[in-house]
Every structure is written in C-alpha cells, then in structure tokens.
Nanobody
Framework: QVQLVESGGGLVQAGGSLRLSCAAPGRTFSGYAMGWFRQAPGKEREFVAQISWGGGRTYYVDSVKGRFTISRDNAKKTVYLQMNSLKPEDTAVYYC???????????????????WGQGTQVTVSS
C-alpha cells in the first residue's frame, strides 16, 4: 500500500506560480512511477505529467509543456509539480498517483494507476 498526501494548492493570479508536493510517507516509494492528474468541475480527470521511478523520463500533456515541471526526490519520498505562468484554465483539483513501474513507460490514463492522493485545489484567477 502506498499512501499519498498532496499539498501546495491555493489561489493565485494568472501568470503566477505554485509548487505542488506529493509525499509518500508509507513503507515504500521504490519502483513507482508518479503522475499528476487534474479534474475541473464537470470534466473528466486529465493527465498532466508523469515521472519515471529514477526520474530520468518525464511526460507532459501539451497544454502544460514549457510551463510545468515534474520532479522527484526519492530520498524524501516526494514528487513535485512546479507550475509557472498559470492560466485560469489550469483551475482544477490536482491529484498525484502512483503506478508500480521500474521502467520508463508512459502511463497517461487514470485506470493505469494503483494509488491516489486526496487532491489539492488549485484556483487561478484572471
């Protein structure tokens, strides 16, 4: 079992920045690729970014490329999502998720992930 706890959400003006954190305080962080998803009201949960277990491979949805950066610190059992140049359309609940993987495959759909955090709200005002 992997417990995930997100933090760092909040209200920010368009053009601003936020950094989300996802801690995994449970017994293991090893061998898990980590992803960030988001869900706006009335919409389906959307893939945002993913990082491989070793951190050497990252994937992003086109709409956040060049603005968001996913990273991880395996010693701290934490994954981050640095969000810059935020836009009102980035407003959503952001979730981190874990999928068991020692490789660098891309996991872009919610069904592929094994564990989820509770979510953190990000609101971008115009």
């Amino acid at each position: 079992q992997v417990q995930l706890v997100e933090s760092g959400g909040g209200l920010v003006q368009a053009g601003g920045s936020l950094r989300l954190s996802c801690a995994a305080p449970g017994r293991t962080f090893s061998g898990y690729a980590m992803g960030w998803f988001r869900q706006a009201p009335g919409k389906e949960r959307e893939f945002v970014a993913q990082i491989s277990w070793g951190g050497g491979r990252t994937y992003y949805v086109d709409s956040v490329k060049g603005r968001f950066t996913i990273s991880r610190d395996n010693a701290k059992k934490t994954v981050y999502l640095q969000m810059n140049s935020l836009k009102p359309e980035d407003t959503a609940v952001y979730y981190c998720a874990a999928v068991q993987s020692w490789g660098s495959s891309w996991y872009s759909t919610p069904d592929e992930y094994d564990y989820w955090g509770q979510g953190t709200q990000v609101t971008v005002s115009s």
